[in-house]
């Protein structure tokens, strides 16, 4: 590669490690900067050394590389920032800079492949003197083109968190199996339409369905294709769930490309539903003010229900409203290796209540805040309350979306692993439009499709998803023994024989003579069940 800084002389550079001097780019010329990431050592990694060099994306003759790749990552903290060096070769000397970016890319740097070797990069705040605002917009109109031209484009997401686990397995799943046409001539809405199909198509699932969350001014349409693009908080806590029975999506994409027929089944109706936490507001108070705000929210939801009455699918209100407060994750339902140190256990969610109930804003309840117990319960509570709680005709309890209202349906949907909010439409009683997941004790683990466990059987998550990832499973009570077999589930009727194509689960027999495979619980097993199905028109 030719020297990147032709005709640069010492004068150019600072005396002493000054702020790297940026040279104007010809952006009628399609010039831009990339960089060199020089090796990173095992022993300091932070230590970032980069070279910086004018490039263009037009001529290949004119090309000081030919192949580049770019990051993409968020800011973050403007206001974290940390130093890189810059080397600026001048003839035979290299001179130091330095280029202060935010905390966030020069960790993104500090992960980023290739450890062993150089890379050459476009990143934006290392390749656009933001200083300049004239280069920055005339920069920013080839970002489209530079992002195309890379030949890898890696995108840095920050550390592992809780439950991201979750998202990069789907990530993973749908990048494997989906072949999705990126054409940037079509509308967002189409791609992520074509996304989603392709993931019921391929994979058999729809739970994808549950990342779409709308509110009273939503103009995205249609309602059952996520809007990714504009999402900035999760309308729902996290949490996970078993609703469908693992069962295999049955959609159909209908001829005007709006509307999706799914077969799924109707639950319940919504007779009440209020915000607890009324506005996201309470959050950014004081930390005293946020977790006094929770104990009001909770104590209004525990005395609007009846905690000691009988819960339709057994057990009390009260540990409908335990798991409903937990966003669904209780360590009673996990194995040991995925408990967190951020979950309660039911009996401590009863706990909780129960002192929010008797809250007085007392010295002694303040300093009761404090116990690591009620301090769990309040930072679960404190985000599941973000959201609506509803009570159902049948008696049913939950939290979804704060655009639900009496009148909304409860539905399970095939292939979807969430129980779903739909609103009829007025004139079409097929009709609906996606209000987005909920998570509703009672209905999270098949009881809507399969009916209640056997006694012997408790639900657990453990590691059996996907890359050791945490999946579904049925642990007995008495022996410990845990399977992703559903016992209530009639395997004989999905035996495939040796087509592993179709295989979902496996059983070896007493006698390990042979493997059963089995595919999902699907439409045809259904009515062999008789269990009655109906199709949602979602719009």
Known sequence: MPSPYPGLTLDDIPTSIG????????????????????????????????????????GNDQKMVKSFQALSYVWGDATKRQDLMVIVPVGEIEAV?????????????????FRDGHVVL??????????????RAQQVRLMQRIYSEADIVTAWLGHEAENSNLAMNLLTRIGESA??????SRSVVQVYRDLVIADMTVNGRADLLAECYSSDNSTWAPSWIPDWSTMTKLPIAVFEACADGQSAAAATLCPDQKTLAIKGKLLATVSDAWEPLHTQDNLHQDLKMSRLATMAAVKECAQRIALSARYPSGGDNLEALCVGLSGGQVTDNYVAQLQQS?????????????????????????????????????????????????????????????????????????????????RPTRGNNSCYTVVGPCNMHGLNWGEGLLGPLPDNTTFVWNQSGPRGGTGPAFKNRYTGEETIVDPRIDWDLLDVGNNRELAFAQRMPPDRSRIDYFKRPDVEYFEKRG???ITFDLV
């Open 97 to 113: 800079c330095k280029l202060s970016v935010t905390a966030n890319l020069a960790e993104a740097l500090v992960h980023y492949p």
């Open 342 to 422: 951020s979950c309660q256990s039911i009996a401590q969610y009863k706990a909780f209540i129960d002192f929010a109930l008797s809250f007085d804003n007392t010295p002694t309840d303040i300093h009761r805040l404090a116990d690591p117990d009620i301090l769990g319960c309040v930072a679960s509570a404190s985000h599941t309350l973000l959201d609506s709680m509803v009570a159902t005709v049948e008696g049913y309890l939950g939290f979804c979306p704060v655009s639900a209202r009496p009148g909304d349906r409860v539905c399970i949907l095939l292939g979807c692993m969430k129980p779903m909010i739909l």
């Open 122 to 135: 476009w990143a934006d705040a290392i390749c656009i003197n933001q200083d300049d605002h004239e280069e």
């Open 531 to 533: 269990i009655e199905l």
């Open 19 to 58: 702020r790297y001097p940026y040279k104007k780019v010809d952006a009628s010329k399609y010039q831009f900067r990339l960089f060199i990431l020089y090796p990173r050592t095992s022993s300091r990694p932070e230590d970032l050394r980069i070279t910086i060099f004018e490039d263009v994306l037009d």
């Open 179 to 184: 072949d999705v046409d990126l054409d940037t």
